[in-house]
Protein backbone atom coordinates (compact mmCIF):
# COMPACT_ATOMS: atom_id res chain seq x y z
CA UNK A 1 0.00 0.00 0.00
CA UNK A 2 1.11 3.42 -0.48
CA UNK A 3 0.52 6.52 0.24
CA UNK A 4 0.46 9.99 -1.80
CA UNK A 5 2.38 12.66 -0.01
CA UNK A 6 -0.07 15.47 -1.14
CA UNK A 7 -2.79 13.63 -1.04
CA UNK A 8 -2.44 12.40 2.64
CA UNK A 9 -1.65 16.46 3.49
CA UNK A 10 -5.40 16.62 1.82
CA UNK A 11 -6.72 14.28 4.03
CA UNK A 12 -5.05 15.71 7.31
CA UNK A 13 -6.69 18.73 6.77
CA UNK A 14 -9.88 17.52 6.09
CA UNK A 15 -9.78 15.96 9.25
CA UNK A 16 -8.11 18.77 11.10
CA UNK A 17 -10.59 20.91 10.62
CA UNK A 18 -13.99 19.35 11.86
CA UNK A 19 -11.84 18.71 14.45
CA UNK A 20 -11.35 21.50 16.08
CA UNK A 21 -14.85 22.83 14.72
CA UNK A 22 -16.75 19.91 16.43
CA UNK A 23 -15.20 18.17 19.19
CA UNK A 24 -14.31 21.62 21.64
CA UNK A 25 -13.56 19.42 25.06
CA UNK A 26 -11.84 16.54 24.05
CA UNK A 27 -10.70 14.04 26.97
CA UNK A 28 -7.15 13.17 27.38
CA UNK A 29 -5.42 10.99 24.41
CA UNK A 30 -4.98 7.23 24.79
CA UNK A 31 -1.77 5.32 23.70
CA UNK A 32 -2.45 2.34 21.79
CA UNK A 33 0.04 -0.23 21.14
CA UNK A 34 -0.90 -1.39 17.87
CA UNK A 35 1.24 -4.54 16.41
CA UNK A 36 1.94 -5.25 12.65
CA UNK A 37 4.23 -7.58 10.86
CA UNK A 38 6.87 -7.16 8.37
CA UNK A 39 5.25 -8.92 5.45
CA UNK A 40 8.75 -11.07 4.31
CA UNK A 41 9.21 -12.16 8.42
CA UNK A 42 6.35 -12.21 10.14
CA UNK A 43 8.51 -10.11 12.68
CA UNK A 44 6.21 -8.02 14.72
CA UNK A 45 7.15 -4.84 15.02
CA UNK A 46 4.82 -2.43 18.01
CA UNK A 47 4.25 0.91 17.84
CA UNK A 48 2.39 3.49 19.63
CA UNK A 49 -0.41 5.18 18.47
CA UNK A 50 -1.61 8.46 20.66
CA UNK A 51 -5.54 9.70 19.81
CA UNK A 52 -7.98 11.61 21.86
CA UNK A 53 -10.93 8.69 22.29
CA UNK A 54 -13.64 11.50 21.05
CA UNK A 55 -11.36 10.97 17.91
CA UNK A 56 -12.30 7.01 17.90
CA UNK A 57 -14.89 5.28 15.91
CA UNK A 58 -15.68 1.53 16.69
CA UNK A 59 -17.20 0.15 13.61
CA UNK A 60 -18.76 -3.40 14.82
CA UNK A 61 -19.74 -5.28 11.45
CA UNK A 62 -22.12 -8.02 10.72
CA UNK A 63 -23.16 -9.34 14.42
CA UNK A 64 -25.64 -11.30 13.11
CA UNK A 65 -28.72 -13.65 14.37
CA UNK A 66 -27.51 -16.14 12.16
CA UNK A 67 -25.64 -17.54 10.01
CA UNK A 68 -25.62 -20.04 6.92
CA UNK A 69 -22.96 -22.04 8.84
CA UNK A 70 -24.29 -23.27 12.20
CA UNK A 71 -21.14 -23.29 13.78
CA UNK A 72 -20.04 -19.96 12.61
CA UNK A 73 -23.31 -18.90 14.15
CA UNK A 74 -22.23 -20.09 17.57
CA UNK A 75 -19.30 -18.86 17.22
CA UNK A 76 -20.67 -15.19 16.46
CA UNK A 77 -22.56 -15.83 20.07
CA UNK A 78 -19.49 -16.99 21.32
CA UNK A 79 -18.05 -13.27 21.24
CA UNK A 80 -21.14 -11.31 21.97
CA UNK A 81 -20.37 -11.38 26.34
CA UNK A 82 -17.25 -9.66 25.13
CA UNK A 83 -18.22 -7.27 22.84
CA UNK A 84 -20.97 -5.77 24.97
CA UNK A 85 -17.96 -5.36 27.87
CA UNK A 86 -15.96 -3.56 25.62
CA UNK A 87 -18.40 -1.51 23.63
CA UNK A 88 -19.24 0.04 27.19
CA UNK A 89 -16.09 0.84 27.54
CA UNK A 90 -15.49 2.78 24.23
CA UNK A 91 -19.16 4.14 24.71
CA UNK A 92 -17.78 5.47 28.61
CA UNK A 93 -14.54 6.83 26.89
CA UNK A 94 -16.63 9.23 24.43
CA UNK A 95 -16.00 7.05 21.34
CA UNK A 96 -17.97 6.87 18.77
CA UNK A 97 -19.87 2.97 18.21
CA UNK A 98 -20.95 2.35 14.85
CA UNK A 99 -23.24 -1.09 14.47
CA UNK A 100 -23.01 -2.05 11.09
CA UNK A 101 -25.33 -5.59 10.07
CA UNK A 102 -25.12 -4.06 6.38
CA UNK A 103 -27.16 -7.00 4.48
CA UNK A 104 -30.27 -6.47 7.01
CA UNK A 105 -29.44 -2.69 7.70
CA UNK A 106 -33.02 -2.18 6.77
CA UNK A 107 -34.77 -4.20 9.75
CA UNK A 108 -33.31 -1.23 11.64
CA UNK A 109 -35.70 1.92 10.23
CA UNK A 110 -36.89 3.62 13.10
CA UNK A 111 -34.43 2.92 14.84
CA UNK A 112 -32.99 6.69 15.71
CA UNK A 113 -29.11 4.86 15.30
CA UNK A 114 -30.43 4.46 11.90
CA UNK A 115 -32.22 7.48 10.83
CA UNK A 116 -29.80 10.56 12.41
CA UNK A 117 -26.94 8.77 10.00
CA UNK A 118 -29.41 9.11 7.23
CA UNK A 119 -30.02 12.69 8.11
CA UNK A 120 -26.33 13.73 7.70
CA UNK A 121 -24.58 15.97 5.13
CA UNK A 122 -23.10 14.26 2.26
CA UNK A 123 -19.07 14.87 1.93
CA UNK A 124 -17.15 13.97 -1.18
CA UNK A 125 -15.17 10.43 -0.19
CA UNK A 126 -11.15 11.12 -1.50
CA UNK A 127 -9.50 8.28 -2.42
CA UNK A 128 -5.89 8.77 -0.74
CA UNK A 129 -4.36 5.06 0.35
CA UNK A 130 -4.57 2.46 -2.42
CA UNK A 131 -5.01 -0.80 -0.13
CA UNK A 132 -3.97 -3.84 -2.45
CA UNK A 133 -2.36 -7.10 -0.25
CA UNK A 134 -2.32 -10.31 -1.72
CA UNK A 135 -5.32 -12.88 -1.42
CA UNK A 136 -6.62 -12.83 2.54
CA UNK A 137 -6.48 -16.81 3.22
CA UNK A 138 -9.92 -17.99 2.89
CA UNK A 139 -11.29 -21.39 4.81
CA UNK A 140 -14.18 -21.77 2.61
CA UNK A 141 -16.77 -20.70 5.24
CA UNK A 142 -18.42 -23.77 6.77
CA UNK A 143 -16.95 -24.86 10.09
CA UNK A 144 -18.40 -28.11 10.53
CA UNK A 145 -16.22 -30.73 9.23
CA UNK A 146 -17.35 -33.89 7.11
CA UNK A 147 -21.17 -32.66 7.60
CA UNK A 148 -20.98 -29.48 5.59
CA UNK A 149 -23.76 -26.75 5.67
CA UNK A 150 -24.98 -26.12 2.18
CA UNK A 151 -28.40 -24.22 2.48
CA UNK A 152 -28.35 -20.69 3.05
CA UNK A 153 -30.55 -20.39 6.72
CA UNK A 154 -30.55 -16.19 6.50
CA UNK A 155 -30.26 -13.87 9.03
CA UNK A 156 -32.57 -10.82 9.68
CA UNK A 157 -30.80 -8.99 12.52
CA UNK A 158 -28.09 -8.42 14.62
CA UNK A 159 -27.07 -10.64 17.30
CA UNK A 160 -30.37 -10.29 20.05
CA UNK A 161 -28.14 -10.36 22.85
CA UNK A 162 -25.80 -7.44 21.49
CA UNK A 163 -26.51 -4.10 23.40
CA UNK A 164 -27.41 -1.27 20.94
CA UNK A 165 -26.67 2.25 22.63
CA UNK A 166 -28.31 5.04 22.77
CA UNK A 167 -25.63 6.82 21.54
CA UNK A 168 -24.99 4.20 19.04
CA UNK A 169 -25.16 4.87 14.97
CA UNK A 170 -25.55 2.63 12.24
CA UNK A 171 -23.76 3.43 9.07
CA UNK A 172 -24.19 1.01 6.17
CA UNK A 173 -21.91 2.60 3.18
CA UNK A 174 -18.51 4.28 3.12
CA UNK A 175 -20.24 7.47 2.32
CA UNK A 176 -22.11 6.99 5.81
CA UNK A 177 -18.67 6.31 7.81
CA UNK A 178 -17.18 9.13 6.04
CA UNK A 179 -19.96 11.38 7.01
CA UNK A 180 -19.84 10.47 10.52
CA UNK A 181 -15.82 10.90 10.51
CA UNK A 182 -16.05 14.18 9.43
CA UNK A 183 -19.20 15.45 11.13
CA UNK A 184 -17.73 14.25 14.65
CA UNK A 185 -14.29 15.00 13.76
CA UNK A 186 -13.02 10.85 13.94
CA UNK A 187 -9.49 9.80 12.47
CA UNK A 188 -9.01 6.71 13.91
CA UNK A 189 -11.30 3.53 13.18
CA UNK A 190 -11.32 0.15 14.95
CA UNK A 191 -12.64 -2.42 13.64
CA UNK A 192 -14.56 -5.54 14.65
CA UNK A 193 -16.82 -7.98 13.83
CA UNK A 194 -17.42 -11.06 11.00
CA UNK A 195 -16.28 -12.61 9.47
CA UNK A 196 -12.57 -10.93 9.24
CA UNK A 197 -11.70 -11.74 5.77
CA UNK A 198 -14.98 -11.15 4.19
CA UNK A 199 -17.52 -8.46 5.29
CA UNK A 200 -14.53 -6.89 7.91
CA UNK A 201 -12.68 -6.22 5.34
CA UNK A 202 -14.62 -5.83 1.95
CA UNK A 203 -17.90 -4.19 2.56
CA UNK A 204 -19.11 -1.23 1.41
CA UNK A 205 -18.24 0.69 5.60
CA UNK A 206 -15.35 -2.03 5.52
CA UNK A 207 -11.62 -1.35 6.92
CA UNK A 208 -10.39 -1.82 3.00
CA UNK A 209 -13.03 1.58 2.08
CA UNK A 210 -12.32 3.53 4.79
CA UNK A 211 -8.44 2.92 5.02
CA UNK A 212 -8.74 3.86 1.15
CA UNK A 213 -10.27 7.29 2.59
CA UNK A 214 -7.62 8.23 4.51
CA UNK A 215 -8.76 7.05 8.17
CA UNK A 216 -6.75 5.24 10.16
CA UNK A 217 -7.80 2.12 10.53
CA UNK A 218 -7.08 -0.53 13.33
CA UNK A 219 -8.05 -4.49 13.46
CA UNK A 220 -9.73 -5.17 17.30
CA UNK A 221 -7.71 -8.74 16.91
CA UNK A 222 -9.47 -9.74 20.12
CA UNK A 223 -13.11 -9.12 18.69
CA UNK A 224 -13.43 -10.82 15.24
CA UNK A 225 -13.66 -14.05 13.55
CA UNK A 226 -12.48 -15.43 10.18
CA UNK A 227 -15.05 -17.19 7.83
CA UNK A 228 -14.23 -20.32 9.62
CA UNK A 229 -12.97 -23.73 7.95
CA UNK A 230 -12.38 -26.90 9.76
CA UNK A 231 -10.44 -30.28 8.49
CA UNK A 232 -9.43 -32.02 12.01
CA UNK A 233 -7.16 -34.86 9.85
CA UNK A 234 -4.73 -31.77 8.97
CA UNK A 235 -4.86 -30.11 12.45
CA UNK A 236 -6.60 -27.10 10.59
CA UNK A 237 -9.46 -25.37 12.94
CA UNK A 238 -11.53 -22.29 13.07
CA UNK A 239 -8.71 -20.76 15.52
CA UNK A 240 -6.19 -21.60 13.36
CA UNK A 241 -7.55 -20.24 10.37
CA UNK A 242 -8.44 -16.57 12.22
CA UNK A 243 -4.82 -16.48 13.12
CA UNK A 244 -3.58 -16.91 9.86
CA UNK A 245 -6.08 -14.05 9.26
CA UNK A 246 -4.98 -11.54 11.57
CA UNK A 247 -1.55 -11.84 10.70
CA UNK A 248 -2.46 -11.43 7.05
CA UNK A 249 -3.88 -8.35 8.43
CA UNK A 250 -1.17 -7.01 10.41
CA UNK A 251 1.35 -7.71 7.57
CA UNK A 252 -0.74 -6.01 4.68
CA UNK A 253 -3.61 -4.21 5.54
CA UNK A 254 -3.73 -2.26 9.01
CA UNK A 255 -2.29 -2.98 12.48
CA UNK A 256 -4.08 -4.53 15.34
CA UNK A 257 -4.54 -3.83 18.77
CA UNK A 258 -6.08 -5.98 22.18
CA UNK A 259 -9.00 -4.08 22.57
CA UNK A 260 -9.34 -5.90 26.26
CA UNK A 261 -5.42 -5.15 27.11
CA UNK A 262 -6.35 -1.42 25.87
CA UNK A 263 -9.05 -1.12 27.91
CA UNK A 264 -7.42 -2.65 30.95
CA UNK A 265 -4.74 -0.01 30.66
CA UNK A 266 -7.41 2.57 30.87
CA UNK A 267 -9.04 0.73 34.33
CA UNK A 268 -11.54 -0.05 31.92
CA UNK A 269 -11.44 -3.75 31.50
CA UNK A 270 -11.37 -5.73 34.99
CA UNK A 271 -9.35 -8.76 34.67
CA UNK A 272 -11.64 -10.86 36.15
CA UNK A 273 -14.57 -10.82 34.57
CA UNK A 274 -15.31 -13.89 32.49
CA UNK A 275 -16.55 -13.43 29.10
CA UNK A 276 -15.45 -16.19 26.77
CA UNK A 277 -17.49 -19.14 26.27
CA UNK A 278 -14.98 -22.35 25.10
CA UNK A 279 -15.20 -22.44 21.32
CA UNK A 280 -16.69 -25.80 19.71
CA UNK A 281 -16.05 -27.24 16.53
CA UNK A 282 -18.32 -28.30 15.16
CA UNK A 283 -20.52 -26.66 17.03
CA UNK A 284 -24.55 -28.25 17.44
CA UNK A 285 -26.84 -26.92 19.87
CA UNK A 286 -29.91 -27.96 21.17
CA UNK A 287 -31.85 -25.74 18.29
CA UNK A 288 -29.64 -26.71 15.87
CA UNK A 289 -27.86 -30.16 16.65
CA UNK A 290 -25.10 -31.74 14.64
CA UNK A 291 -26.26 -34.63 13.36
CA UNK A 292 -23.72 -37.24 12.42
CA UNK A 293 -23.17 -40.80 10.67
CA UNK A 294 -19.64 -41.36 11.19
CA UNK A 295 -17.74 -40.89 14.25
CA UNK A 296 -17.09 -37.17 14.49
CA UNK A 297 -13.82 -35.23 16.06
CA UNK A 298 -15.27 -32.46 17.71
CA UNK A 299 -12.30 -29.79 19.02
CA UNK A 300 -12.40 -27.51 22.08
CA UNK A 301 -10.57 -24.22 22.00
CA UNK A 302 -9.92 -20.94 24.08
CA UNK A 303 -8.29 -18.49 21.42
CA UNK A 304 -8.57 -15.57 24.03
CA UNK A 305 -7.03 -17.53 27.37
CA UNK A 306 -4.23 -18.49 26.60
CA UNK A 307 -2.68 -21.60 29.00
CA UNK A 308 -6.41 -21.87 30.06
CA UNK A 309 -7.32 -26.10 31.06
CA UNK A 310 -10.70 -26.72 29.56
CA UNK A 311 -12.69 -29.31 31.39
CA UNK A 312 -15.86 -31.07 29.92
CA UNK A 313 -18.08 -33.81 30.89
CA UNK A 314 -20.38 -35.83 28.82
CA UNK A 315 -22.99 -36.55 31.78
CA UNK A 316 -24.50 -33.49 31.62
CA UNK A 317 -22.93 -32.14 35.46
CA UNK A 318 -21.81 -29.18 35.58
CA UNK A 319 -17.79 -28.69 34.33
CA UNK A 320 -15.61 -28.40 37.48
CA UNK A 321 -11.95 -27.63 38.16
CA UNK A 322 -11.82 -31.17 38.25
CA UNK A 323 -13.36 -32.35 35.43
CA UNK A 324 -11.76 -34.90 32.43
CA UNK A 325 -9.29 -32.69 31.13
CA UNK A 326 -9.18 -31.96 27.33
CA UNK A 327 -5.98 -32.68 25.55
CA UNK A 328 -6.52 -33.78 22.51
CA UNK A 329 -9.77 -33.20 19.89
CA UNK A 330 -12.43 -36.04 21.07
CA UNK A 331 -13.76 -38.18 18.51
CA UNK A 332 -17.48 -38.88 19.08
CA UNK A 333 -19.18 -42.58 17.76
CA UNK A 334 -22.32 -41.61 19.26
CA UNK A 335 -24.83 -39.02 20.40
CA UNK A 336 -23.38 -36.71 23.19
CA UNK A 337 -24.11 -33.76 25.14
CA UNK A 338 -21.00 -32.41 25.94
CA UNK A 339 -20.44 -29.80 28.53
CA UNK A 340 -17.30 -27.93 28.63
CA UNK A 341 -15.40 -24.89 30.90
CA UNK A 342 -11.63 -23.58 31.04
CA UNK A 343 -10.04 -22.83 34.24
CA UNK A 344 -6.85 -21.59 35.45
CA UNK A 345 -5.26 -22.48 39.12
CA UNK A 346 -8.60 -23.99 39.43
CA UNK A 347 -10.51 -20.96 38.82
CA UNK A 348 -13.14 -20.17 35.99
CA UNK A 349 -11.66 -18.19 33.06
CA UNK A 350 -14.58 -19.06 30.34
CA UNK A 351 -18.32 -19.25 30.42
CA UNK A 352 -19.43 -22.81 30.53
CA UNK A 353 -20.26 -24.21 26.82
CA UNK A 354 -22.74 -26.82 25.23
CA UNK A 355 -22.61 -28.70 22.60
CA UNK A 356 -24.90 -31.45 20.77
CA UNK A 357 -24.31 -34.28 18.72
CA UNK A 358 -26.80 -36.60 17.32
CA UNK A 359 -26.27 -39.85 15.98
CA UNK A 360 -28.24 -40.86 13.01
CA UNK A 361 -29.55 -44.32 13.50
CA UNK A 362 -29.54 -46.86 10.87
CA UNK A 363 -31.92 -46.22 7.26
CA UNK A 364 -35.54 -47.85 8.09
CA UNK A 365 -37.33 -50.34 5.34
CA UNK A 366 -40.00 -48.79 3.52
CA UNK A 367 -43.54 -49.38 5.05
CA UNK A 368 -46.02 -51.86 3.36
CA UNK A 369 -48.65 -49.56 4.65
CA UNK A 370 -48.43 -46.18 3.58
CA UNK A 371 -49.61 -43.44 6.27
CA UNK A 372 -51.31 -41.61 2.58
CA UNK A 373 -53.41 -44.51 2.35
CA UNK A 374 -54.79 -44.27 5.84
CA UNK A 375 -57.74 -42.62 7.39
CA UNK A 376 -56.69 -41.19 10.75
CA UNK A 377 -58.80 -40.99 13.89
CA UNK A 378 -57.75 -37.76 14.64
CA UNK A 379 -55.94 -34.86 11.92
CA UNK A 380 -55.15 -31.60 13.26
CA UNK A 381 -53.08 -29.18 12.73
CA UNK A 382 -51.55 -25.30 13.13
CA UNK A 383 -55.53 -23.50 14.04
CA UNK A 384 -58.04 -21.98 16.04
CA UNK A 385 -61.03 -24.31 16.83
CA UNK A 386 -64.67 -22.76 17.19
CA UNK A 387 -67.58 -24.67 16.79
CA UNK A 388 -66.36 -28.18 15.61
CA UNK A 389 -64.78 -26.28 12.76
CA UNK A 390 -60.62 -25.45 12.66
CA UNK A 391 -59.70 -22.13 10.72
CA UNK A 392 -56.12 -22.99 9.83
CA UNK A 393 -53.71 -19.84 10.64
CA UNK A 394 -51.75 -18.43 8.03
CA UNK A 395 -51.53 -19.76 4.62
CA UNK A 396 -51.81 -23.70 6.39
CA UNK A 397 -54.06 -26.26 6.00
CA UNK A 398 -54.93 -29.72 7.42
CA UNK A 399 -52.11 -32.52 7.51
CA UNK A 400 -52.11 -33.23 3.57
CA UNK A 401 -51.18 -36.36 2.48
CA UNK A 402 -48.25 -37.10 0.01
CA UNK A 403 -47.61 -33.26 -0.54
CA UNK A 404 -46.13 -30.48 1.41
CA UNK A 405 -48.66 -28.76 3.64
CA UNK A 406 -48.58 -26.13 0.71
CA UNK A 407 -48.80 -28.76 -2.26
CA UNK A 408 -45.86 -29.30 -3.45
CA UNK A 409 -43.49 -32.64 -3.58
CA UNK A 410 -42.37 -33.27 0.08
CA UNK A 411 -38.54 -32.77 0.17
CA UNK A 412 -36.15 -33.33 2.56
CA UNK A 413 -32.68 -32.18 2.88
CA UNK A 414 -32.41 -31.77 -1.06
CA UNK A 415 -34.39 -35.10 -1.55
CA UNK A 416 -38.52 -35.08 -2.60
CA UNK A 417 -39.99 -38.17 -1.39
CA UNK A 418 -43.64 -39.11 -3.53
CA UNK A 419 -45.43 -40.46 -0.39
CA UNK A 420 -46.00 -39.35 3.18
CA UNK A 421 -47.45 -36.66 5.12
CA UNK A 422 -47.05 -32.68 4.84
CA UNK A 423 -48.00 -30.70 8.18
CA UNK A 424 -47.31 -27.71 9.75
CA UNK A 425 -46.79 -27.85 13.35
CA UNK A 426 -47.74 -28.11 15.79
CA UNK A 427 -49.97 -30.91 14.40
CA UNK A 428 -51.12 -34.53 15.14
CA UNK A 429 -52.48 -37.67 13.73
CA UNK A 430 -54.22 -40.38 14.86
CA UNK A 431 -54.06 -44.02 13.61
CA UNK A 432 -55.99 -47.12 14.78
CA UNK A 433 -53.68 -49.50 15.06
CA UNK A 434 -54.07 -53.04 13.62
CA UNK A 435 -52.74 -56.58 15.29
CA UNK A 436 -50.59 -57.63 12.44
CA UNK A 437 -48.61 -53.63 12.08
CA UNK A 438 -45.46 -54.36 14.06
CA UNK A 439 -43.43 -51.39 13.21
CA UNK A 440 -43.94 -48.05 12.41
CA UNK A 441 -40.80 -46.52 9.83
CA UNK A 442 -40.61 -43.01 8.29
CA UNK A 443 -38.34 -40.50 7.61
CA UNK A 444 -39.02 -36.87 9.23
CA UNK A 445 -37.68 -33.66 8.76
CA UNK A 446 -38.21 -29.96 8.07
CA UNK A 447 -39.76 -29.61 4.99
CA UNK A 448 -37.42 -27.76 2.19
CA UNK A 449 -39.37 -26.10 -0.24
CA UNK A 450 -38.42 -22.67 1.99
CA UNK A 451 -35.05 -22.80 0.21
CA UNK A 452 -37.22 -22.08 -3.09
CA UNK A 453 -37.18 -18.55 -2.14
CA UNK A 454 -33.73 -16.62 -2.50
CA UNK A 455 -31.77 -20.36 -1.60
CA UNK A 456 -33.59 -19.72 1.34
CA UNK A 457 -32.06 -16.50 2.76
CA UNK A 458 -35.56 -14.38 4.33
CA UNK A 459 -36.95 -17.82 5.63
CA UNK A 460 -35.05 -20.76 5.95
CA UNK A 461 -33.67 -20.17 9.72
CA UNK A 462 -37.89 -20.25 10.98
CA UNK A 463 -38.24 -23.71 10.56
CA UNK A 464 -37.84 -25.62 13.60
CA UNK A 465 -39.70 -29.05 14.58
CA UNK A 466 -39.55 -32.30 16.61
CA UNK A 467 -41.23 -35.27 15.57
CA UNK A 468 -42.78 -37.45 18.67
CA UNK A 469 -44.19 -40.82 17.92
CA UNK A 470 -46.67 -41.43 21.25
CA UNK A 471 -48.22 -45.66 21.61
CA UNK A 472 -51.00 -45.93 23.94
CA UNK A 473 -49.83 -41.95 25.04
CA UNK A 474 -46.58 -42.91 25.98
CA UNK A 475 -43.33 -41.36 24.06
CA UNK A 476 -42.02 -44.25 22.17
CA UNK A 477 -39.22 -42.47 19.64
CA UNK A 478 -38.64 -38.50 19.36
CA UNK A 479 -36.61 -36.71 16.68
CA UNK A 480 -33.91 -34.28 18.05
CA UNK A 481 -34.90 -30.42 16.76
CA UNK A 482 -34.88 -31.23 13.26
CA UNK A 483 -34.24 -27.79 10.56
CA UNK A 484 -33.81 -27.36 7.04
CA UNK A 485 -31.22 -29.05 4.94
CA UNK A 486 -30.16 -31.92 7.70
CA UNK A 487 -30.72 -35.32 6.75
CA UNK A 488 -34.19 -36.55 7.89
CA UNK A 489 -34.49 -38.05 11.12
CA UNK A 490 -35.06 -42.49 10.98
CA UNK A 491 -37.98 -43.88 12.61
CA UNK A 492 -38.37 -47.47 12.94
CA UNK A 493 -40.14 -48.26 16.32
CA UNK A 494 -41.68 -51.56 17.21
CA UNK A 495 -45.21 -51.80 17.94
CA UNK A 496 -46.25 -53.45 21.12
CA UNK A 497 -48.57 -56.47 20.98
CA UNK A 498 -52.19 -55.45 21.59
CA UNK A 499 -51.14 -51.69 21.40
CA UNK A 500 -54.32 -49.70 20.73
CA UNK A 501 -53.69 -46.31 19.19
CA UNK A 502 -50.35 -44.23 17.41
CA UNK A 503 -49.86 -40.81 17.71
CA UNK A 504 -47.22 -39.25 15.01
CA UNK A 505 -47.37 -35.29 16.86
CA UNK A 506 -45.00 -32.63 15.49
CA UNK A 507 -44.12 -29.80 17.70
CA UNK A 508 -43.00 -26.32 17.58
CA UNK A 509 -39.56 -27.04 18.94
CA UNK A 510 -40.65 -24.42 21.77
CA UNK A 511 -39.58 -21.15 19.72
CA UNK A 512 -42.40 -20.34 18.25
CA UNK A 513 -43.87 -21.76 14.56
CA UNK A 514 -43.26 -19.14 11.71
CA UNK A 515 -42.38 -21.42 8.67
CA UNK A 516 -42.74 -25.00 10.65
CA UNK A 517 -43.56 -27.04 7.97
CA UNK A 518 -43.11 -30.58 8.28
CA UNK A 519 -42.83 -33.89 6.55
CA UNK A 520 -43.25 -37.48 7.06
CA UNK A 521 -41.68 -39.29 4.03
CA UNK A 522 -41.93 -43.02 3.46
CA UNK A 523 -43.83 -43.54 6.56
CA UNK A 524 -46.21 -46.26 7.89
CA UNK A 525 -46.60 -49.40 8.67
CA UNK A 526 -44.74 -52.68 8.46
CA UNK A 527 -46.39 -55.92 8.11
CA UNK A 528 -45.25 -58.70 9.96
ZN1 LIG B 1 -21.25 -25.26 8.96
Redesign the pocket.
Known amino acids: MRIAPSNLMRTLLSFTLPLITHRVACAAPIELSCQSRDPATGRIALTVERVEPAHVGVVVVDVWNFHW????TMRVDAFVPRMNKALDAARSLGMTVMLCPSDVVDNYVGYPQREKVLALPKFPVPDVVDVTCPSVPDAGG???GRE??AVNYGWDGMHPELRIGDEDLMPDTREEVYALCKTRGLTHLIYAGFHTQVCLLGKSMGLKAMKSAGLRCLLARDMTDAHPGYDPARGFTPDLNTAQVIEHFEKYLAPTISFQEELAKLGKWNPEWVVDPVRIT?WGARMRPHLFEQPITVTLTTPLQADAEIRYTLDGSKPAANSTLYSEPLVFKDSARLLAAAFRQGRPVCLESEGVFVRMGPQPPAPDVYLGDLKPIRSVGFGHSYGGVVRYSGNTQAPQPDHSNLGQPLRINRQTYPRGMGMHAPCELVYELKPEWRRFVGLAGADENVVNASNGSNLAKYPSVVFKVFIDGSEAAASPVMRVQEQAWRFDVTIPAGARIISLAVTDAGDGSREDFADWANAGFVVN
Open positions: CKTACACRCP
